[in-house]
């Protein structure tokens, strides 16, 4: 797999092919030619692409190296100036095929960081939640779609999405392929209003598990654009509960890299149209969580109960994409809050309670959950425990292939520095530096 690049910086230099030094003589150029001098070094350029924020004279400098008006840079903010983000397409501008194609062409990024920004996220949320669906007519001019095949497409990917997590080694090729397929049926053949709308469902559907492929290999920029087109997709079929499941796992996304505020606003939009209990009860669990986050205890504790009363209330048939929302993610994702929130006891009762209960199927769903129960018990003083969670989550983690949890108990295993003595932490700092 290509090296990770983990800031934009990082990738706006690599569309020119510079390394940091080049980039930093490349800024002493643009201070000539403005008269002025820069002390620009390959140090200062490496402090950037970890997070600190260069003063405005150097992203001065920076704007003149990349071609970008000032002007724009000031507006948008650091990073997200920099060449490589993108704008979401319209919703009800008929660019849905094109929103899927590009998804399809760049299905695998080197980039980590967003290909859309938190405000770009917001934007496509609140056009989702502001603009009527409104179902393309039927296509002519090509080769008319066979329902029969249309039939086969669906089934085929609902037992590809069915497997358990173990199998996704296998089914993710088979997944972008029938995700191809769509594609190319939706741009190249014709088909009624009815098909068109099963095809734009489906390729929802494909689109949002794909992402999650990606999301789980950590290619987020990838994950961002496939769950773009799925909402765009779900948009043009109508189907709001499917639309909002797209936008609550870009939340997620966002939750997971440390973007909280972002997702309390994705949600909030998601919420608003979503009519299905299951899919409300799992927006209102992620928005809680984003609310713990922030440390914002009463907001947390008034999505938690609603996201309860939706899950045992329910007699409605979840849709597919959440059909998997239980009892146990209820009780970990508490537990997750309560943690954030400074209550480890009584987080560790939730995600105990929770682990028991899931399915073995859902594997990589155990690693993140083990990794969550760990992180309680070391906040309860339990270290040897807490190390033992730990890498029985690592273990999965590399038995599934899914590098973002990896780097989930990579993360984790820093907080056990002050314990290195510990025989337990020992072994869980040895299995860290075997994984890959």
């Known amino acids: ?43 200062r350029v490496s402090l950037w692409e970890k997070r600190v924020v260069p003063d405005e004279f150097s992203q001065m400098l920076l704007s003149d190296v990349f071609d970008i008006s000032y ?48 405000a770009a996220v917001g934007s496509l949320a609140l056009q989702w939640a502001t603009i009527e669906p409104a179902p393309a007519d039927g296509v002519t001019g090509g080769r008319p779609v066979d329902p029969a095949f249309v039939g086969w497409l669906e089934e085929s990917a609902q037992g590809l999405t069915s497997l358990s997590t173990a199998h996704r080694q296998h089914t993710s090729p088979l997944l972008d392929g029938h995700l191809e397929t769509v594609v190319n049926l939706l741009e190249h053949s014709s088909y009624n209003r009815a098909l068109g709308k099963r095809l734009h469902t489906l390729a929802s559907a494909l689109a949002q598990t794909v992402a999650w492929h990606r999301f789980d290999h950590e290619h987020h920029a990838a994950a961002n654009r496939y769950w773009h087109a799925a909402v765009h ?32 606003e994705c949600l909030g939009h998601a919420l608003s149209r979503a009519t299905n209990p299951t899919a409300r009860s799992l927006l209102s669990l992620r928005k809680a969580r984003a609310h713990a986050m922030l440390g914002e205890a009463r907001d947390c504790y008034r999505e938690l109960a609603q996201a309860e009363k939706l899950l045992n209330s329910t007699t409605e048939e979840a849709p597919r994409w959440c059909v998997w929302m239980s009892p146990a993610d209820l009780a970990v994702d508490t537990g997750r809050c309560l943690i954030d929130l400074g209550r480890p006891r009584r987080a560790h009762d939730q995600i105990t309670q929770g682990v028991s209960l899931l399915p073995s199927a859902r594997d990589k769903t155990k690693a993140v959950f083990l990794a969550y129960e760990a992180e309680s018990l070391l906040a309860g003083g339990e270290v040897q425990q807490a190390a033992e969670l730990a890498r029985r989550s690592l273990t999965l983690a590399r038995q599934i292939g899914a590098s973002r949890c990896v780097q989930q108990i990579r993360d984790l295993s820093g907080r056990f520095s002050a314990y290195g003595s510990e025989h337990g932490v020992e072994l869980l700092r040895h299995d860290v530096a075997m994984a890959k």
């Open 1 to 43: 797999m290509d090296e990770l690049i983990r800031h934009p910086l990082a990738y706006a230099r690599g569309l020119h092919g510079w390394s940091q030094s080049d980039l930093a003589q490349q800024m002493k150029n643009a201070a000539r030619h403005r008269g002025l001098r820069a002390g620009t070094s390959r140090q």
């Open 71 to 118: 002007e724009q840079a000031t507006a948008l903010g650091w990073p997200h100036w920099l060449p490589g983000h993108e704008t979401p397409a319209s919703l009800g501008a008929g660019l849905t095929v094109a929103v899927l194609r590009k998804a399809v062409l760049m299905a695998v990024d080197r980039r980590t960081f967003l290909a859309l920004t938190p």
């Open 233 to 264: 997709s779900a948009h043009e079929a109508g189907n709001t509960d499917m639309g909002a499941g797209a936008l609550s796992d870009m939340a997620y996304q966002s939750i997971w890299l440390g973007r909280p505020r972002a997702a309390v």
